[in-house]
């Protein structure tokens, strides 16, 4: 399993960006894909994710309403457009792949632990906001 992760890097706050995740090497997911993020000396946090069936997008509180995750299913990619960004939204923002989608979202939107046990993770790709 493979990810190709880009589109991180530096912004001002209120300015936005777009990370994209293409995953190859298994079977379009029929779970769920989706972002956390890590600062350093932090725990590792949910972002947004979305179920394969249906294509419903997940988001944890702190992004609700900033940020739209979406998927190509014909390029085998996920997007995730992060609009209004701050200080805060500051990390590493790993791509993450898991058949099984009620975990992903439980975790994402209950902030029910940094998912560790989730199958596939990407490297990561810097997002930086300054004020």
């Known amino acids: 399993v493979q990810f190709a992760e880009s589109g991180g890097g530096s912004v001002q706050a209120g300015g936005s960006l777009r990370l994209s995740c293409e995953i190859s090497g298994i079977t379009w997911p029929d779970g769920a894909i989706g972002w956390f993020r890590q600062v350093p000396g932090k725990e590792r946090e949910g972002v947004a994710c979305?179920?394969?069936?249906?294509?419903?997008?997940y988001y944890s509180e702190p992004v609700k309403g900033r940020f739209v995750i979406s998927t190509d299913y014909l390029k085998n990619t996920a997007y995730l457009e992060m609009n209004g960004l701050q200080p805060d939204d500051t990390a590493e923002y790993y791509c993450?792949?898991?058949?099984?989608?009620?975990?992903?979202?439980?975790?994402?939107?209950?902030?029910?632990?940094?998912?560790?046990?989730?199958?596939?993770w990407g490297k990561g790709t810097p997002v930086i906001v300054s004020s």
């Open positions: 993450v792949h898991d058949r099984r989608a009620n975990l992903m979202i439980s975790k994402i939107v209950h902030n029910t632990g940094d998912g560790h046990d989730l199958d596939y």
């Open positions: 979305i179920r394969r069936t249906d294509s419903s997008g």
